[in-house]
């Protein structure tokens, strides 16, 4: 399966702002998924990107709050819009085939 | 539409126990499945899986088997460690044979005490 790298790997944020976070995987795939694991709890899905088309959103997300592009085959980004303390999370993108590794994603703190 | 239900946890053990985390699921196809695990401070890490009914993944001395009369995967292991410690989580991909979208238990806290 392809490597990904994510960036930022942390940050911290005030309430209010935005954060765009990136995906880059280093071959070409079709689908790739954006997670979000809160403190102490599990991973949920927030959406898939197909290159090409808009995402498809989870119940419970919404494209406002998390605008996500997908320009290419290689890579994709996820938006946290007017973030709370409640987005405070570890977000991670994988991708369709990568079942083996999430990675440590992005540690996002909204103060 | 599909689940994963999991033990609650903690599940705590003394080195050397036998380890059973209760894991069934919900499903309109013939998802496959997963356990994943999670270190402290790390990200989650595929542990095994089984991608149709009575297949029977093993990795590091954990099993779990594919049942699908009891929409079942059981993790096991026969003999835990400290290092073993660390949160287990079970899910599903809703699509037969093979890996897309993710749906997660809500995990199970392990910890092994020496």
């Known amino acids: 399966s392809a490597v990904i790298s994510q960036k930022p790997s942390r940050d911290i944020c005030q309430r209010g702002t935005s954060l765009t976070i990136q995906c880059q995987v280093d071959s070409q795939v079709t689908m790739m998924f954006w997670y979000r694991q809160q403190p102490g709890q599990s991973l949920t899905l927030i959406a898939t990107?197909?290159?090409?088309?808009?995402?498809?959103?989870e119940s419970g997300f919404v494209i406002d709050k998390f605008p996500i592009s997908r320009p290419n085959l290689t890579f994709s980004t996820l938006t946290v819009s007017n973030m709370s303390p409640e987005d405070s999370s570890i977000y991670l993108c994988t991708h369709e085939g990568n079942e083996q590794f999430f990675g440590p994603g992005t540690r996002l703190t909204v103060l | 539409g599909d689940s994963v239900t999991q033990m609650e946890g903690p599940v705590t053990l003394s080195e050397e126990a036998f380890l059973t985390i209760n894991c069934t699921y919900t499903a309109t196809g013939y998802p496959s499945l997963f356990w994943y695990v999670q270190y402290p401070g790390e990200g989650l890490q595929l542990l095994l899986k089984?991608?149709?009914?009575?297949d029977k993944g093993s990795n590091k001395g954990f099993e779990a088997t594919y049942r699908k009369e009891t929409t079942s995967f059981h993790l096991e292991k026969g003999s835990v460690q400290v290092s073993d410690s660390a949160v287990y989580f079970c899910a599903l991909s809703p699509f037969s044979g093979g890996y897309n979208k993710l749906i997660f238990g809500a995990g199970t806290r392990l910890a092994v005490h020496p």
């Open positions: 089984a991608t149709k009914a009575d």
């Open positions: 990107a197909n290159q090409g088309s808009e995402a498809t959103y």
